[in-house]
C-alpha cells in the first residue's frame, strides 16, 4: 500500500466482489490463541491461513480465536466447521499443514483424516 | 516463548479477553533499551495487580496463567522492571523495560506479524500501535482504516495483505533500512 488511494481502490473492488459472489455459508476457522497455542506457533499457523486464503482468493470464512481449551501438548489447535461436514479439530498444525488444511478442507472439502484429534 | 513479540500477541489477547475496546501499544527502543507499554480499557482486575504475575493466579476461569509470568521472568533475568496498572471497570496498563544486551533477552521478532495477527482475530477492537525507534516514530491506528474501509471487513485477506505490507515497509524505514 503506498498511498490511502490504493486502500480504497482494494475497499471499491472487495465490495464489487462481494456482490457478485453467491453468497454462501461462511466457514469457521477456530484457532488456539492462548499462551500454549502462541508459544508453539499458533501466529504463524494463522498468517499462513490468510496467506493461502488471500492466495486463492477464497474470504467466505470467518476466523476466530480461543484460549486454551485443555488439549495444550496438541497446540497448535485449528478447529474447521464448513457447512454439510462435521466440525474437525486439528492437531499439532505446522505452517504446512495449515496450508494443506486451507486448500483441501477449507476450500474442496475433503477432511485430511490423518490430522484430526477430535471430530463431532 | 521465541520472540518478545509473542509475549505481546500473548498480552493483547489478555486485553481482549477483559473485552477492550480501545487498546494502545507502545514501543519504544534505543540502542540501550526496550520499553514496551500496553494499555486497554477492558475490565481489569480487582485487589493487587502483581497477583498476574503468580502463575497459579488466573482472572480467566482456571487455575493458572502464564502469560505475565513469562514476561516476568525475562524481566527478573535481564534485570529490567515492569510496572501492571489495573483496577476493575477502568483498564489494565502494563508496561515493561528492558536493557538491550542481555543473553536472556529474546529478539522483539516478528511485531507485523503480531498486529496482523490480532486484527484478524479481533477486527472490532480499535489497536492503536506506536513505534519509537532512535527518536524516529511510526504510528498505526486501525480505528482510522476501519473508518475509510467502511463496510469492508479489515479482516479481509487482501486488505490484511496490504496492511502487512505497509507496516513492515514503516519498519524498515524507523529502523534506518533502505
Known sequence: MKSLEDLKKLRDQIRDDMKIRDKGERVKITIGMGTTGIASGAREVLKTIVNELETRNFSDVEILQTGSIGLDAKEPLLTVEKPGLPKVTYGLVTMEMAKRIVVEHVINSQIIGDWVIRSS | ?178
Open chain 2, 1 to 178: 516463548m521465541k520472540e518478545l513479540s509473542l509475549n505481546i500477541l500473548d498480552l493483547l489477547e489478555n486485553s481482549a479477553a477483559a473485552r477492550a475496546n480501545n487498546v494502545l501499544l507502545v514501543i519504544n527502543e534505543n540502542i540501550n533499551k526496550i520499553h514496551v507499554e500496553l494499555k486497554d480499557d477492558g475490565s481489569g482486575i480487582s485487589g493487587n495487580p502483581n497477583r498476574l504475575l503468580d502463575p497459579f493466579y488466573s482472572s480467566k476461569n482456571k487455575k493458572i496463567g502464564l502469560g505475565l509470568p513469562f514476561i516476568n521472568e525475562i524481566v527478573t533475568l535481564c534485570q529490567g522492571n515492569m510496572d501492571i496498572q489495573s483496577k476493575p471497570d477502568s483498564g489494565t496498563k502494563i508496561s515493561f523495560k528492558l536493557p538491550k544486551g542481555c543473553i536472556d533477552l529474546p529478539p522483539l521478532g516478528n511485531i507485523v506479524s503480531t498486529i496482523i495477527t490480532f486484527i484478524t482475530l479481533h477486527p472490532e477492537i480499535n489497536l492503536k500501535y506506536e513505534h519509537i525507534c532512535e527518536e524516529k516514530l511510526f504510528v498505526f491506528d486501525s480505528q482510522e482504516y476501519k473508518a475509510l474501509l467502511e463496510d469492508v471487513p479489515i479482516n479481509h485477506p487482501e486488505v490484511l495483505k496490504m496492511l502487512e505490507s505497509y507496516l513492515e515497509n514503516n519498519l524498515k524505514n524507523l529502523y534506518g533500512g533502505n
